[in-house]
T-cell receptor
C-alpha cells in the first residue's frame, strides 16, 4: 500500500518568516495530494490540494509544489502569522480500483512565534 | 464541514463494553470513512464505505465494526476486542466523483 513520510515533525518560525513542510509518497499511481490544517481539539480542515497533472498551486499565502518524478510534494506558507500555528497533515490519494483511500503523513506541528 | 456531525463529543467506555460512535452527513455524499487519531500520529483508516450496504476494512479494522444502512449514516462500534481504544475518532465523507474528504468534529473516546 501507499506510505507517506512527512518532515519535519515540529517547526518553529518567527512571525513573518516562511515555513516549508515536505512529504514523500511511495506509490507512483497516487494522483491527488491534499493538505489539512488541524487546530488543537478540532477537525482537520482542507487548506489546499494539488492533482498529479499540476506542478504548483498557490492560494494567497500558501502554495503547494509537486514533483512526480521524485514522488515528493511540499507546503509553503509565506508571511506566517500566529494563527497559522497548528498541526499540518499531508496526504496522498490512491484511487486504483475505485477505492479512493487517503494515506496521511504523521503531521507537522507548526509554531509561529510573535 | 458543517454538514457532517458526530456524537457524542466525549465517550467513556468501561472494560468489556461495546460503544457506538455516531456519524451523520446531510451533504448527499456517497462515501464515508472512519479514522483513528493518536497523539503524534497521523490519521489511520479504520473502515470506509463507498455505497449503502457496502463497506471495506482499512488499515486498523481489528476490534471495530461498522454498518451502512442509510446513505447519511455510518456508525462505528468499538468492541471489547479493541484493547487500546483511547483515541480521537474522526468521520469523513466524500462526494461520489470527487477526491476531497471533509471531516466531522470528532469523538474523543476514553476508557474508565
Amino acid at each position: 500500500g501507499e506510505n507517506v513520510e512527512q518532515h519535519p515533525s515540529t517547526l518553529s518560525v518567527q512571525e513573518g518568516d516562511s515555513a516549508v513542510i515536505k512529504c514523500t509518497y511511495s506509490d507512483s499511481a497516487s494522483n491527488y495530494f491534499p493538505w489539512y490544517k488541524q487546530e488543537l481539539g478540532k477537525r482537520p480542515q482542507l487548506i489546499i490540494d494539488i492533482r498529479s497533472n499540476v506542478g504548483e498551486k498557490k492560494d494567497q499565502r500558501i502554495a503547494v509544489t509537486l514533483n512526480k518524478t521524485a514522488k515528493h510534494f511540499s507546503l509553503h506558507i509565506t508571511e506566517t502569522q500566529p494563527e497559522d500555528s497548528a498541526v499540518y497533515f499531508c496526504a496522498a490519494l490512491y484511487s486504483g480500483a475505485g477505492s479512493y483511500q487517503l494515506t496521511f503523513g504523521k503531521g507537522t506541528k507548526l509554531s509561529v512565534i510573535p | 464541514d458543517g454538514g457532517i456531525t458526530q456524537s457524542p463529543k466525549y465517550l467513556f467506555r468501561k472494560e468489556g463494553q461495546n460503544v457506538t460512535l455516531s456519524c451523520e452527513q446531510n451533504l448527499n455524499h456517497d462515501a464515508m470513512y472512519w479514522y483513528r487519531q493518536d497523539p503524534g500520529q497521523g490519521l489511520r483508516l479504520i473502515y470506509y464505505s463507498q455505497i449503502v450496504n457496502d463497506f471495506q476494512k482499512g488499515d486498523i479494522a481489528e476490534g471495530y465494526s461498522v454498518s451502512r444502512e442509510k446513505k447519511e449514516s455510518f456508525p462505528l462500534t468499538v468492541t471489547s476486542a479493541q484493547k487500546n481504544p483511547t483515541a480521537f475518532y474522526l468521520c469523513a465523507s466524500r462526494v461520489g466523483v470527487g477526491e476531497t474528504q471533509y471531516f466531522g468534529p470528532g469523538t474523543r473516546l476514553l476508557v474508565l
